[in-house]
Nanobody, 124 residues
Framework: QLQLVESGGGLVQPGGSLRLSCATS????????IGWFRQAPGKEREGVSC????????YYADSVKGRFTISRDNAKNTVYLQMNSLKPEDTAVYYC?????????????????WGQGTQVTVSS
């Protein structure tokens, strides 16, 4: 059974950092591209970042470029999202998703598998 479980969310002050983890099981992580998405209250789910299964290429939304870093550890079956210089507008539920493609696209939410999400709140 394929599973994705997010963790690492919480309350942080503006300018702070968090590292989200997406622990996967039930499939070979190196066969799947992994994406991070977020959904703020009253807004649509949007893509944040993804990492390709083929060559580890990474992609970022303009809103997080230079502040967030995605990485993967296939041996630990885990993908990370390091978030620095957090802003109140980063507040959302963050989800990881998996898709068996070498060419991931965070412009769409049509990914195969999703986790349950973890809340990130940026507030003073």
């Amino acid at each position: 059974q394929l599973q994705l479980v997010e963790s690492g969310g919480g309350l942080v002050q503006p300018g702070g950092s968090l590292r989200l983890s997406c622990a996967t099981s039930g499939f070979r992580l190196d066969y799947y591209s992994i994406g991070w998405f977020r959904q703020a209250p009253g807004k649509e789910r949007e893509g944040v970042s993804c990492i390709s299964s083929s060559d580890g290429s990474t992609y970022y939304a303009d809103s997080v470029k230079g502040r967030f870093t995605i990485s993967r550890d296939n041996a630990k079956n885990t993908v990370y999202l390091q978030m620095n210089s957090l802003k109140p507008e980063d507040t959302a539920v963050y989800y990881c998703a998996a898709d068996r493609t070498a060419y991931p696209n965070i412009a769409t939410i049509l990914w195969d598998y999703w986790g349950q999400g973890t809340q990130v709140t940026v507030s003073s």
